[in-house]
């Protein structure tokens, strides 16, 4: 029986768009990357038209209830990407100058969005990013747009990763996009990636890193049954000269935790400071009358709306608020949004309601109408409340159901300034679509499961004080050179607007840094890939900032 140890280049943890940049930037300069993914590997013939149990709606999410916030996020090869809404804005300038509750620039000085738009560019070029024209928006959006109208603001559509020659407005793009309109990872840098030999391994859930005796990383993992993710199907370990770690920002603090006691002390920041980018939801149920008359709607067939199920993900955006010059806390973008059953249904609640909120016969009653319910996504800027608590015995939390539900020990208590945001935000929905009586409006509660969130930043936060942030300005974790983290848990803060375009920025920035330091342990990479597509504009863009990066 052979002992012989796996061993290769860069192990990436994850999939995602930190994962996926990463190791197709990485496998395309030469070195021998491989990807440990927890989730499964679904074809796009495998993304179902439903919510049931066993379907791509369970299998290919991670929904982590902690104390006070829980966390949606992606659970299969290509992660985020996959049930992302495809919604791909840059952060506002302002973003970079928050202070949040540190009381100074939260952000390495080396990251502005001047310094980051070239990277911008980068991403755009590869997922084919295009702002949608206003022929293009959703029976939602184009409502939401008209009631900003009507109410005195303004609206805009957003820039998004779909290709609306194949859209079909079927709005299961949350349980992936069987017709590959959505532009996820499967589609461009995970293929490129393994056009030039990376390897991906589906249900590999990592543990823990230890070192090797010459130095270098181990990798510990346990292969996840295909069907019942609480049971295992054995475990293992792969040696890497670099680790990449992008698991998500509610599971790369917990696998660092768990490291503690194999590499090392962790930096302070590794666990802490916990981003919910804010986010909060609105239900509002329209008036389909008033929809008619005050903002001159008709769909045709006699309907003003009534098509909550019809369309895709967000396709327009108040960003009114989105104002350097306004104080921080006080900034925030209210976004159309569709939440297909499930969360969407269970936490709305009745607005005027005389029982309870949440449940019981008036639900009964507003479920009745909920072809003319319509969603209002608010981003705000919090405080970086989130804290992780001690790790589970394995994973990232607590496996409650056979997919998707998990106990996690992230804990996050809002402060007054997040607060004061989300009520600041709260009665700006209310007060654009309650104008007139054209809708009543209620945010979804917080009762069930606390706050929520589709987007975690921030656990692994990149910075330049020591104490606040877990790696530094190239992404590397203070203190263990060779590992660094390029997922959505490197983001300083909240960033008023979807995250995934700035999380797929700053890991398209890290790649030469970690092409540098794999230069350094003796493995023969070089930097310089094009676009997945083979475009090259985005490269002469950033080939004049790479020497400070990989300088060392």
């Known amino acids: 029986m052979s002992n012989a140890v796996e061993r290769t280049d860069v192990l990436v943890i994850g999939s995602g768009f930190g994962g996926a940049i990463t190791a197709y930037h990485l496998a395309a300069g030469g070195a021998k990357v491989t990807v440990l993914e927890r989730g499964p590997w679904l074809q796009s013939s495998e993304f179902e038209h439903d919510y049931k149990l066993g379907s791509s709606y369970t299998r290919a999410f991670d929904f982590t209830v902690g104390d006070g916030m829980s966390v949606l996020g992606g659970n299969c090869v290509g992660g985020g990407s996959v049930v992302y809404f495809a919604a791909m804005p840059r952060a506002p300038r302002f973003v970079f100058d928050r202070h949040g509750s540190i009381g100074r620039r939260m952000w390495p000085e080396a990251v502005s969005r001047d310094t980051l738009d070239p990277w911008y560019d980068r991403v755009e070029e590869s997922l084919s990013i295009e702002k949608q024209d206003w022929s293009d928006v959703s ?19 957003l820039p998004a990763a779909v290709d609306n020659t194949k859209c079909v407005n079927c709005n299961f793009m949350m349980a992936g996009c069987r017709f590959e309109a959505k532009q996820s990872l499967l589609l461009n840098y ?33 292969i ?51 981003s919910g980018n804010g986010e909060r939801l609105n239900t509002a149920i329209i008036d389909e009358e008033k929809a008619a008359a005050l903002l001159g709607l008709d769909r045709g067939n006699g309907l003003a709306y009534a098509a909550n199920a019809i369309g895709k993900g ?22 159309q949004l569709y939440f297909p059953p499930g969360l969407g249904t269970i936490l709305a609640q009745v607005p005027d309601a005389t029982g309870p909120t949440w449940f019981g016969a008036e639900k009964k009653e507003i479920l009745k109408r909920w072809t003319s319910w319509l969603t209002i996504f608010t981003m705000i800027e919090d405080d970086n409340e989130g804290v992780f ?21 992230l804990s996050y208590q809002p402060t007054g300034n997040t607060q004061k945001a989300w009520d600041m935000s709260d009665a700006e929905v209310k007060e654009i679509l309650e104008k ?84 350094e342990k003796g493995v023969d990479v070089t930097y310089g890939a094009p676009a997945p597509s083979g475009g090259k504009a985005g490269r002469r863009g950033v080939l004049p900032l ?6 060392r």
């Open 139 to 157: 029976y939602a959006g184009g409502l939401w747009a008209a009631a900003c109208n009507h109410s005195g603001r303004t609206a805009n559509p």
């Open 190 to 222: 995970l293929p490129a990636a393994l056009a030039h030999g990376a390897e991906v391994r589906p249900l590999h859930e990592v543990q823990y890193i230890s070192r090797t005796p010459d130095g270098d990383y181990r990798v510990h993992f346990n």
């Open 224 to 274: 996840v049954h295909d069907e019942d993710y609480r049971l295992q199907a054995g475990s293992g370990t792969i040696d890497a000269k670099i680790v990449v770690i992008a698991a998500g920002a509610g599971a790369t603090p917990v696998i660092l935790q768990r490291s503690e006691a194999h590499l090392g002390t962790m930096p302070h920041a590794v666990g802490r400071y916990f």
């Open 314 to 335: 967000p396709t327009v955006a108040n960003w009114d608020r989105l104002d350097g010059s306004l104080p921080e806390y006080t900034r925030y973008s209210l976004e």
């Open 389 to 409: 608590g001690p790790p589970p015995a394995t994973g990232n939390a607590h496996r409650i159901s056979q997919q998707m539900l998990g106990r996690g020990n």
């Open 436 to 519: 007139d009586g054209l809708a009543k409006v209620m945010p979804w509660t917080n009762d069930l499961v606390g706050a929520y969130t589709v987007h975690p930043l921030a656990s692994c936060r990149m910075g330049d004080d020591p104490h606040t942030s877990a790696l530094d300005d190239r992404n590397e974790l203070r203190g263990h050179p060779g590992i660094f983290v390029t997922d959505g848990s490197s983001v300083p803060g909240a960033l008023t607007v979807n995250p995934a375009m700035t999380i797929s920025a700053l890991a398209e920035r890290a790649v030469p840094g970690i092409v540098a330091a794999a230069r």
């Open 546 to 551: 790479v020497d400070g990066l990989t300088n």
